[in-house]
């Protein structure tokens, strides 16, 4: 398995650093560890998945976007890590979810399609797990799902190196989510800015002038900046110095790619999963769903047996 040899004391560095779980989320290749699940939690990661997947067949459209939490990142605010674009008629199977993953053997970012149940198994904590999705209204969805199924599209805004905490508005690396930003920037910006040398550049030209804001994550501490150069998928040499020397990082996170969407698409609408304790809740509406999978007023509640 690509990047064993990553220490315990570096993928603890990793997992204050890295801000999202995507590197390793393609057939579950991690770089630095791997959850160990029992045969009751693979049990519930597959009921859970199943009743997301009739979720979205009930919905009647093609395509939503998904996010998934992963490494624990409560610390910075943050519940989802990882986005992918989830696609009715995949060919690889109905809601199979096409992202951006970092293959650890090769040390390349790849574009990959995975089941909603293995797009699951990417959690760092399989007893408790979320899941938001965002089904987009009919013209969004269908700009955005001819841009995912069409593979040479899909691969044109795939950048040739990863960095798990990629800056948002550079085309030095890129990250699972800035993926699904550009790709998304291309389905809905039309023909290509003249200005900019490629694809990416236009697809980030596109979404500044749309007034996109990344996600703001501090650090709160220089020490793990230092302990950047260790790690072989998080790089700071494409963030402003401004930006470093404030102890931040502005990243493409599911949260902003969701704002975004809300405000370039009002009509969009959001459903949250969650599943603890042999239980499942949903969740509809752009609030969040209860810390430790709690039900709110108006949530469905699925009991597991």
Known sequence: MGGRYLGEAAALVAASLVLSAEAHAGDFHLCDRQARLTAAQQDTLYRFADIIKNTLSQSGQ????????????????????????????????????????????????????????????????????????VLLPDDKGHLLEQAAMDKRQALQVLGSQYSANAHAFSVRY???????????????????????????????????GKGYEPSVVDLGSRWLLWAAPFIPFVHTDDHPQEDLDQQQLRISMPAAIEAFVQREAPQAQRIEFCHADKKVLIHRGWSPILDGCQAAAGDTVIELD
């Open 62 to 133: 093609g395509v939503a976007l998904v996010a998934r939490s992963g490494l624990d990142l409560g610390r910075f605010g943050i519940r989802y890590s990882h986005a992918g674009i989830a696609l009715a008629h995949s060919e690889n199977a109905p809601w199979s979810v096409r992202q951006l993953y970092y293959a650890c053997d090769e040390g390349k970012p790849r574009v990959y399609d995975q089941g909603i149940s293995g797009f699951l198994l990417g959690t760092d904590n399989p007893s408790v797990g979320y899941l938001s999705v």
């Open 174 to 208: 890129q990250n699972c989510n800035q993926w699904v930003m550009e790709l998304m920037a291309t389905a809905w910006g039309g023909t290509r800015l003249p200005s900019a040398p490629d694809e990416r550049a236009a697809a980030q030209a596109w979404l500044q």
